[in-house]
DNA sequence: GCGACTATACCGGCCGGACGGTTAAGTGGC
DNA sequence: GCCACTTAACCGTCCGGCCGGTATAGTCGC
């Protein structure tokens, strides 16, 4: 699909350049793409950065669900993990681009607050279950801006999931 | 101060509006000053970003250092809550700034790094440490991204203290 | 089975505005 | 009268988006 193609450009423009490396005439020639051919899939700049959050947040639900764990803290810290040890999903790199205009990270914060509360009353121990979530996130900055910082995720893993 | 002035109106303009709100014109304009006078404070747009940026790193370190804990974590944790509560020390904020050009986060990666590395040796569990620490950077994010997610400060400390 | 018409996908040149940065000319304190 | 500081006008570039055009394929009447 080209819409996916051209998608991928821009999450990997940004991934290497910054929010300004995210041109529309850098991410239609990364894509093999005229300009207008990249404005005819997406009408705007903006409507091209609102498609990678929405991908983004399908992608890491979809994963979520992909880890079948009996509760939601296991599977949001194990998808975590498979994401960020994947070096897919760049969570931030998308976020920079969009850091433009917050209107249009909404749907990335309504995702987050979702990610942060469902199901945190049925756990066993819900303050743990916050405290492995807002560790998670902590994981997420790390590997986003913390290549230098390694971290053994086996035992971190096991370590949380201990609290539970 | 003209260049904390300066400053101030920046990192204000980010939180409200992001990053394509930060101009050198709305800049002066907020801190009564002309576009000239900015650029007689700070040579060039990067140099106002990356004045924001050590201006972070600073003062949260500072915070770190005010807070008198017996461990590096403990002082670690009580500064993050205490910048959030106070609604100082947009640490996200003045990172959408500088996502424009990843060269500019350069000294705030070096921090984090440290504020994930420091005294990690130290602390009698390192791995709670570790925690403890990375939860620390989801309160971070939540703060930053989702006022809808409440958060019970209080209790949580006593937990995460519980854990070290 | 052929011509008229439409839909989908894509092209690339152009323009207008915005924005970063320069400069020349002040202004006031000491 | 110098120097730190401020100002307003100006310039050049870059980029988002518009628009007229092309090509391929499909549809329908007849």
Known sequence: MRREALLDAAEELLD????QGLTLAAVAERAGVSKGGLLYHF?????????MI???IAEFDALVEAQRQDTYTKAYLDATIAAITAGRLKRWAVVTG?????????????????WHSQGIGAELDPE???????????LWEIAAHCPGVSTDH????????ALL
Chains 1, 2 share one sequence.
């Open 154 to 161: 086996d035992a971190l893993r096991r370590r949380l999931l």
């Open 128 to 138: 743990a279950s916050r405290v492995v979530r807002l560790a998670c996130g902590g």
């Open 98 to 114: 969009a850091s433009g205009d917050p209107h249009l990270l909404a749907p990335l914060r309504e995702a987050m607050e979702r």
């Open 43 to 51: 009408a705007s700049k903006q409507s091209l950065i609102s498609g």
């Open 16 to 19: 290497e350049q910054g929010a």
């Open 54 to 56: 929405e991908r983004l």
